[in-house]
């Protein structure tokens, strides 16, 4: 198939609908006894478990403090396997492109900050030898600063949230925490902030998080479902404190996030050839559809591939939403290097024309594999890892991608890969650590830490989370010491890694 068939692509047949039967119908009026039988039979269908109310849950809480004490959570003491973490690196990389798999080392060689971004499987099975109180929550697996972000809701309005979830998976709500406080530790020895600054940044994201979590443990659930970090809220919350370059800067970067979209991504990644719509080209970081012999791809399997992908990935999108996608054709296709540890995953952006030429839309393709969660938190109970991405962003976010869905195809060697699909960009924005003083930092992680709550509050048992942290500040303590005694390990890692991994010394 060309590039001319993979423009003709359309709708494909409609589907069965499938309707699924009662719990049950028409229950007539019975004892009281048999009624309390009844609410806890479908309860228990339900939640799988007895359920516990509020005082219950914080009970229970309260309880794990002797199971497992808030002061234990300050240690991290090395496993006589240790020695091993540069394999799980390895490992991680066996099934990728092997051809880009340099871009990677070379990225994460850039500072032990780069290295701490790419090196979520390493901190995995570390987080598995620390104490937990076995609440599980829907994690994002990868909870550092540079994964959270400004994006789009779907009323257009700029929020801000976590914005990658390539390695959510249910797992213990403290993994998540410590990997995000560790990251402004590290972050902030990247900037060369002091020991004193950087214990109160890493004390502001810890803090944040236990202050969020005990406020939604107010909440009802509906109230915690909605609650969401309006960016137009922020700065109007902290107007009084923010310095005149701080709100210029803040504002600069919303304005910027509110222009990323399809049509920016299509005027920087685009050019016009002859009238035609085409894809710049710039290998190995970006190779269009009509290169992809160059690395080994015929544009014919490339077609096949890309109808695949995009037939099968409509029938995971609600049914308006179909229609939506149904009226957009694809004029160019390209294989792009995203990330810095997602590189060598396979990743395509789709560039799409709707209406006209000035309607453009941009999707983005990208492989997704097992999360580093799975080893130690157990298998997803989903088959396809794109589903696994997709409805654990749909759980964690307050309002996620229009166009967010998943699919299983065959690539072109025949074997079969999991891929998410989204739009490239959808007013998404970050905040430029690089540039950060200590004030913005502690602001900054304290945003992520009430974030990261509200993440764990929707998808955990939150009363429970909240008694067993109470009002002290003994596990935020906890958390500040662990986030230094990691990130000691990180350095020593990231000397590891740069040893074990000689194209990584290019990236420096």
Not at 162 to 182: G, Q
Not at 262 to 283: F, M, N, Y
Not at 326 to 349: E, F, H, L, P
Not at 482 to 497: H, K, L, M, T
Request: net charge negative; hydrophobic share 40%.
């Amino acid at each position: 198939m060309d590039i001319d068939g993979i423009r003709n692509l359309r709708k494909l047949p409609g589907e069965k609908s499938i309707e699924l039967p009662l719990l049950a119908a028409e229950v007539p009026l019975a004892s009281g006894a048999l009624l309390d039988r009844l609410r806890s039979s479908v309860n228990a269908e339900l939640h799988g478990q007895e359920h516990q109310d509020r005082e219950e849950s914080r009970t229970a809480g309260k309880a794990l403090r002797k199971k497992v004490p808030r002061r234990s959570h300050a240690e991290w003491v090395v496993s006589e396997d240790r020695s091993a973490a540069m394999e799980l690196i390895r490992g991680q990389e066996r099934g990728r492109v092997q051809e880009l798999l340099p871009i990677r080392h070379q990225r994460m060689a850039e500072s032990p900050f780069s290295f701490f971004r790419g090196a979520a499987v390493t901190m995995a099975a570390d987080l598995a030898t620390t104490p937990t109180t076995d609440i599980r929550v829907q994690a994002c697996g990868d909870a550092h600063l540079a994964n959270f972000g400004i994006f789009a809701s779907p009323e257009r309005r700029l929020v801000f949230d976590i914005n990658d979830f390539d390695e959510t998976l249910p797992a213990p709500w403290e993994w998540d925490i410590k990997r995000l406080a560790t990251s402004v530790e590290v972050c902030g020895r990247h900037l060369g902030l002091s020991a004193e600054e950087r214990l109160h940044a890493v004390r502001d994201a810890a803090s944040g998080y236990h202050e969020a979590i005990n406020a939604f443990a107010k909440m009802g659930n509906l109230e915690v479902w909605y609650a969401h970090m309006d960016v137009e809220g922020i700065i109007q919350e902290h107007e009084d404190y923010l310095g005149k370059a701080e709100r210029t800067e803040f504002r600069r970067v919303t304005k910027r996030a509110a222009s990323k979209n399809s049509s920016r991504a299509v005027a920087k990644l685009t050019e016009v050839v002859d009238g035609q719509l085409r894809i710049v080209s710039d290998p190995p970081l970006l190779v269009p559809f009509r290169e992809l012999d160059t690395i080994g791809v015929s544009q014919e399997d490339a077609g096949r591939f890309i109808g695949a992908i995009l037939g099968r990935y409509r029938m995971t999108l609600p049914r308006e939403r179909r229609e939506l996608v149904d009226q957009y054709v694809t004029d160019d296709v390209a294989r792009k290097v995203v990330g810095v540890g997602s590189v060598g995953m396979r990743n395509w952006i789709l560039v799409m024309e709707g209406a006209d030429k000035d309607d453009p839309l941009v999707l983005q393709v990208k492989e997704a594999t097992d999360s580093v969660l799975e080893p130690y938190a157990g298998r997803s109970t989903f088959r396809e890892h794109g589903r696994r991405v997709v409805e654990g962003q749909r759980a964690i976010q307050t309002a996620g991608d229009i166009l967010l869905g998943w699919v299983r195809a065959p690539t072109f060697d025949g074997s079969m890969h999991d891929f998410y699909v989204r739009q490239l960009w959808d007013a998404k924005g970050s905040v430029d650590l690089e540039k950060m003083d200590s004030h913005e930092l502690s602001r900054f992680s304290r945003l992520c830490g009430w974030t990261l709550a509200h993440a764990h509050a929707k998808t955990g048992n939150r009363f429970e989370i909240a008694g067993y942290l109470g009002k002290g500040d003994g596990f935020d303590e906890a958390i500040c010491e662990f986030a230094q005694s990691y990130a000691d390990q990180n350095e020593i890692d990231y000397q590891a890694f740069l040893a074990s991994f000689p194209d990584a010394k290019d990236g420096r």
